[in-house]
């Protein structure tokens, strides 16, 4: 099993940067890929950013140059900087964790809202 925390959300004016963090325990050694979702009210969850073991990161096109994703594997955590908000990133980001086996597992989801 795995467990992941996420933390760091919260009201940001447009412009502005904001860093989660997804704290990962557990079964760690099983994990291969870590993904951040968002999930905004009345749309279906979308995949912004996902990092593998080795490093190798991809990123939405609505996000590609505003977002960074990393990893720290010594700390078990994956961050996500996010500069240059818009009010259109404003969801609930979700941490997700993919095993070597293609286990899945998900955070409890931290509210981003971008708002002036």
């Known amino acids: 099993q795995v467990q992941l925390v996420e933390s760091g959300g919260g009201l940001v004016q447009p412009g502005g940067s904001q860093r989660l963090s997804c704290a990962a325990s557990?079964?760690?050694?099983?994990?291969?890929?870590m993904r951040w979702y968002r999930q905004a009210p009345g749309k279906q969850r979308e995949l912004v950013a996902l990092?593998?073991?080795?490093?190798?990161?991809n990123y939405a096109d609505s996000v590609k140059g505003r977002f960074t994703i990393s990893r720290d594997n010594a700390k078990n955590t994956v961050y996500l900087q996010m500069n240059s908000l818009k009010p259109e990133d404003t969801a609930v980001y979700y941490c997700?964790?993919?095993?070597?086996?293609?286990?899945?597992?998900w955070g409890q989801g931290t509210q981003v809202t971008v708002s002036s």
């Open positions: 990092i593998t073991r080795g490093g190798s990161t």
């Open positions: 997700n964790a993919q095993t070597y086996r293609s286990d899945s597992y």
């Open positions: 557990g079964d760690i050694s099983r994990i291969n890929t």
